[in-house]
T-cell receptor
Framework: DAGVIQSPRHEVTEMGQEVTLRCKPISGHDYLFWYRQTMMQGLELLVYFNNKAVMDDSGMPKDRFSAKMPNASFSTLKIQPSEPRDSAVYFC???????????????FGPGTRLLVL | GDSVTQMEGPVTLSEEAFLTINCTYT??????LFWYVQYPGEGLQLLLKATKADDKGSNKGFEATYRKETTSFHLEKGSVQVSDSAVYFC?????????????FGKGTKLTVNP
């Protein structure tokens, strides 16, 4: 299995620009999570999906962030406009459906390191 | 709400030393407990987990026992190696509390010197 795939791995952009991060979950997983990791705040959950539907986006700044999952194998996290404080590593993770032995375990991608100048 | 508290680092040990990283939790339901490890420049990887009281999770020489009476899940390893240098995260999943989310501790950075 290829694991969770994220792209790009690194992104450098200027303040005010739109940034789109992409994630392909493990095949068969129906939960998908987006996290942000910074030195100051640690690991924060931004949003998560179940069967493509948003279950909880309370951690996501709604004014500039948006997350979508148009199909079971693809999700995007968009920041528009980006700001320097958005600089962080963004992780995508996925987990199995209920009833599978690995249910509850999240598998993380390698992350996208974002720098907003 | 649910929370995880783990010992603050950084922790620096010599090779072959004994490791303990403390983790305690609060939860409304009956959570599953996890330890994840993050090596430099990588994403988090599941190290071990336990789903009920007195369960012991183990992997790569690391162990942790689910202690409901003390609400703890301390990570231990008898003899650390340089390759164990990483950041370790304790986490819980509280499905009975109505959520599939993982609640993470702040992480403990471990450095093992030769």
């Amino acid at each position: 299995d290829a694991g969770v795939i994220q792209s790009p791995r690194h992104e450098v952009t200027e303040m005010g620009q739109e940034v789109t991060l992409r994630c392909k979950p493990i095949s068969g997983h129906d939960y998908l999570f987006w996290y942000r990791q910074t030195m100051m705040q640690g690991l924060e959950l931004l949003v998560y999906f179940n069967n493509k539907a948003v279950m909880d986006d309370s951690g996501m700044p709604k004014d500039r962030f948006s997350a979508k999952m148009p199909n079971a194998s693809f999700s995007t996290l968009k920041i528009q406009p980006s700001e320097p404080r958005d600089s962080a590593v963004y992780f995508c993770a996925s987990s199995s459906p209920e009833g599978v032995p690995q249910f509850g375990t999240q598998y993380f991608g390698p992350g996208t390191r974002l720098l907003v100048l | 709400g649910d929370s995880v508290t783990q010992m603050e680092g950084p922790v620096t040990l010599s090779e072959e030393a004994f490791l303990t990283i403390n983790c305690t939790y609060t939860a409304t339901g009956y959570p599953s407990l996890f330890w994840y490890v993050q090596y430099p420049g990588e994403g988090l990887q599941l190290l071990l987990k336990a789903t009920k009281a007195d369960d012991k999770g183990s992997n790569k020489g690391f162990e942790a026992t689910y202690r409901k009476e003390t609400t703890s899940f301390h990570l231990e390893k008898g003899s650390v190696q340089v390759s164990d240098s990483a950041v370790y995260f304790c986490a819980l999943s509280d499905r009975e509390g109505g959520s599939e989310k993982l609640v993470f501790g702040k992480g403990t950075k471990l450095t093992v010197n030769p």
